[in-house]
């Protein structure tokens, strides 16, 4: 076990190449993270539709993603996708938006049942359709309900964008095994970002907990 001292030598020596390694990570998880709203959103629809033959498509898409590794859906999309000529950071990125998009459309799905019946039936005794009161209505608190569980899944999705370093991807993770390698010194880099890992988690967190309590006072 590396001396915290060393391992703090080397923390700040290696903080500009693992800051371009924490900003692609950045990267990588917003956008994918985006993408798999509006995935999870879709899908969601689809899961709560009358329409039994769309449901099974939903059903079929989680069952999918759920029962394969992450690490088996990155390397599909990478090696079907570069194979477009789409680069390797959008592989990666729609390969994480995939697996997350699942878990997102139950998160949806679970939080757009729970609330009260009454209250679409209430929007159309007020002329509006369907859509518009899914829209102004029902949405904006299914996506309040829905928060604390996406924001886990935010967390989850930016720990599981490490596995990216396995197609060579030169984001966090990929940083320190590389350095481990070139220093023979793999925990040394191995702690370090754990630190880095740590600290984006930390402000993931923070950040969901401020909009979960902004969103909170503006129910009063």
């Given at each position: 076990m590396p001396e915290f001292s060393h391992v703090l030598e080397q923390l700040i020596a290696s903080y500009p190449i693992f800051l371009k390694g924490m900003l692609l990570t950045l990267q990588v998880t917003a956008v994918s993270i985006l993408i798999a709203i509006f995935i999870g959103l879709f899908f969601a629809f689809l899961k709560i539709s009358s329409k039994k033959a769309l449901e099974?498509?939903?059903d079929l898409y989680i069952y999918l993603v759920r029962g394969t590794p992450l690490i088996v859906q990155i390397f599909v999309f990478y090696f079907g996708?570069?194979?477009?000529d789409i680069s390797m950071f959008w592989a990666v990125t729609l390969g994480l938006a995939f697996h997350n998009g699942a878990y997102i459309?139950?998160?949806?799905r679970g939080a757009i049942q729970s609330i009260d019946s009454g209250q679409m039936e209430a929007g159309q005794s007020l002329g509006m359709s369907?859509?518009?009161?899914?829209?102004r209505i029902i949405l904006p608190q299914a996506f309040r309900r829905a928060?604390?569980?996406?924001?886990?899944q935010f967390i989850i999705g930016l720990k599981d964008s490490s596995l990216a370093a396995f197609?060579?991807?030169?984001?966090l993770f990929n940083v320190s095994t590389t350095l481990g390698s070139n220093n023979f010194d793999y925990m040394t880099y191995l702690l370090i970002v754990a630190v880095y890992y740590l600290f984006l988690v930390l402000i993931f967190t923070i950040l969901v907990g401020m909009l979960e309590r902004k969103?909170?006072?503006s129910e009063k």
């Open positions: 099974k498509i939903a996708l570069t194979s477009l459309a139950e998160i949806f369907k859509v518009l009161t899914m829209r928060l604390p569980p996406l924001g886990n197609i060579g991807l030169n984001e969103l909170s006072a």
